[in-house]
C-alpha cells in the first residue's frame, strides 16, 4: 500500500492552502546512559556500540517524566518558538508507540498544553510515526479543515525494552520533538511533495506484540491477558530494509519535483543508525556536511528523532528560514515514507 499527493483533492476554490513550518521544541529526559554504564549491564561495549550504530549515549525516562510531560514540554517549546498561544490550536496529532494510555494520550498532552479549543489524537507507526503525522496533519491544513496544528512526535521506548538483549537495549532512548504547523495563503509551500509505504507482510521483522497469554474466564471461555512483549527486532532485516527502501522513495520525490540532490540544504533522516545514514548519504550523492545526525547523544528515540533533530538544527543556526529538507522516516510496520520540506520559521525570526 502507499500514498502519495498527487491524489490529494484541491480545496474548494481549486488552490490548495499552504502549509509553514513555524515553529519547533523538543525535550528529552534528565538522566544519561552512556554505552560505559550499559556494559556494566549486558554484554556490550563502546566500541561495538559506537562502530556499528554511532550511538554513545541516550537519555531514559524516571520518575515523573512520561511520554505526556516530555510530549507536553516539546509542544510548549514549538508554541513558544511559533509565537502562538495554546489557545490558538485547532489540532495536535501525537506520533507515538509507546503510549501512557491506550485510549490516546494527545488529550492529556492538549489538557497540559491549555490548548482547549484543540481536538488532540494519537497516530501510530513507529519510527515512520511523525513523518507520517505531519503528512496526515498537512491534509487537514490544505483542505482548510484547521489552521494551526502541532505535530508531536515523542517515544518511551525504554518501558519496552528487555535490558538483558544487548542486540536492542543499546539502541533506544527517549525523548519527544514538535513541530508548529500554520495554513498560509502564499508563499512557498512547506510540504512541497511526499509519499508513505507500508508492507504489513514484513511486520515480524520489528515488533512490540501483544503477549499471547489467556486466562479461563466462564466456562470454556477465555480473555487475553493485556500487555506487551519487549521490543524484538531482526536488525539485519531491518537494516538492509532501510538502506535500500529509503534512497529509493527519497529518489522518487527528488526526480517527480524536478530537483536535484544537490538542491538539498539539508538530508534529515530518522536516526536509528549512523551507518543507514551514510549509506543513505551516499547513495544521493549528498556532502556528510549536508546529514544531520544527533545519534550520538541520544540514539533511537523512534518517532521523536526527526522533530528532536529539527529542533536542534533551528536553534542553532544550521537550519535557516527557506532550507530544503529531504527526510525520511522508516521502521516498524514496516512503514516507511519521504518528504520534501521547506523551514520558514517564525515570522520576524
Ligand atoms: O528504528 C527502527 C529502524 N531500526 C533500524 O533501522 C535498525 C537497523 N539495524 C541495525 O541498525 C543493525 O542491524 C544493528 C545495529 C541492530 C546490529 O548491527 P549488525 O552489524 O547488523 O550486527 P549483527 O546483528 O549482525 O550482530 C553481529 C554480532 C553478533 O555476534 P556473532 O553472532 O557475530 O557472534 C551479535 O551477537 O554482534 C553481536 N552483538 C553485539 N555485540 C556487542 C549484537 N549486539 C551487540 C552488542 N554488543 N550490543
Known amino acids: 500500500m502507499s500514498l502519495h499527493p498527487?491524489?490529494?483533492p484541491a480545496s474548494g476554490d481549486g488552490s490548495r492552502p499552504r502549509i509553514a513550518l513555524v515553529?519547533?521544541?523538543?525535550?528529552?529526559?534528565?538522566?544519561?546512559?552512556?554505552?560505559?554504564?550499559?556494559?556494566?549491564?549486558?554484554?556490550?561495549d563502546d566500541t561495538w556500540i559506537r562502530s556499528r550504530t554511532g550511538i554513545a549515549a541516550r537519555r531514559i525516562a524516571g520518575p515523573g517524566e512520561t511520554v505526556t510531560s516530555l510530549a507536553t514540554a516539546a509542544g510548549q517549546a514549538a508554541l513558544e518558538h511559533a509565537g502562538w498561544k495554546a489557545a490558538d490550536l485547532d489540532l495536535i496529532v501525537l506520533a507515538t508507540s509507546s503510549p501512557d494510555d491506550l485510549f490516546g494520550t494527545a488529550p492529556r498532552v492538549?489538557?497540559?498544553?491549555?490548548?482547549?479549543?484543540a481536538v488532540a489524537f494519537d497516530l501510530t507507526a513507529a519510527c515512520s510515526g511523525f513523518l507520517f503525522a505531519l503528512i496526515t496533519a498537512a491534509q487537514y491544513l490544505r483542505t482548510g479543515t484547521v489552521r494551526r496544528v502541532l505535530v508531536i512526535g515523542a517515544d518511551q521506548l525504554s518501558r519496552w525494552l528487555d535490558w538483558d538483549d544487548r542486540r536492542t537495549c543499546v539502541l533506544f532512548g527517549d525523548g519527544a520533538g514538535a513541530v508548529a504547523l500554520e495554513?498560509?495563503?502564499a508563499g512557498e509551500d512547506?510540504?512541497?511533495?511526499?509519499?508513505?509505504?507500508?508492507d504489513g507482510s514484513r511486520n515480524g521483522c520489528l515488533t512490540l506484540a501483544q503477549v499471547e497469554e489467556h486466562r479461563p474466564l466462564l466456562g470454556d471461555l477465555t480473555a487475553q491477558v493485556g500487555g506487551f512483549r519487549p521490543i524484538q527486532m531482526n536488525g539485519q532485516e531491518v537494516y538492509k530494509f532501510a538502506v535500500r527502501e529509503v534512497p529509493a522513495v527519497l529518489e522518487d520525490l527528488l526526480r517527480s519535483s524536478g530537483l536535484a540532490a544537490d538542491r538539498i540544504?539539508?538530508?534529515?533522516?530518522?536516526?536509528?543508525?549512523?551507518?543507514?545514514?551514510?549509506?543513505?548519504?551516499?547513495?544521493?550523492?549528498?556532502?556528510?556536511?549536508?546529514?544531520?545526525?544527533?545519534l550520538a547523544h541520544y540514539?533511537?528515540?523512534?518517532?521523536?528523532?526527526?522533530?528532536?533533530?529539527?529542533?536542534?538544527?533551528?536553534?542553532d543556526g544550521r537550519i535557516q528560514p527557506g532550507h530544503l529538507i529531504a527526510s525520511s522516516g522508516f521502521g516498524a510496520g514496516l512503514s516507511w515514507g519521504g518528504a520534501l520540506l521547506r523551514w520558514r520559521g517564525p515570522v520576524g525570526a
Open 190 to 198: 512547506g510540504l512541497l511533495a511526499f509519499r508513505m509505504r507500508s
Open 265 to 294: 540544504d539539508w538530508l534529515l533522516l530518522h536516526q536509528a543508525n549512523q551507518r543507514i545514514l551514510d549509506a543513505v548519504a551516499n547513495r544521493l550523492h549528498i556532502p556528510h556536511d549536508h546529514v544531520l545526525t544527533n
Open 183 to 185: 495554513a498560509c495563503d
Open 6 to 8: 498527487d491524489a490529494a
Open 23 to 44: 515553529g519547533s521544541g523538543s525535550a528529552l529526559p534528565r538522566a544519561r546512559i552512556s554505552n560505559g554504564d550499559l556494559s556494566q549491564r549486558v554484554e556490550t
Open 299 to 315: 540514539g533511537n528515540t523512534s518517532a521523536a528523532t526527526i522533530p528532536l533533530m529539527l529542533d536542534e538544527a533551528v536553534r
Open 110 to 117: 492538549q489538557a497540559a498544553l491549555g490548548a482547549s479549543n
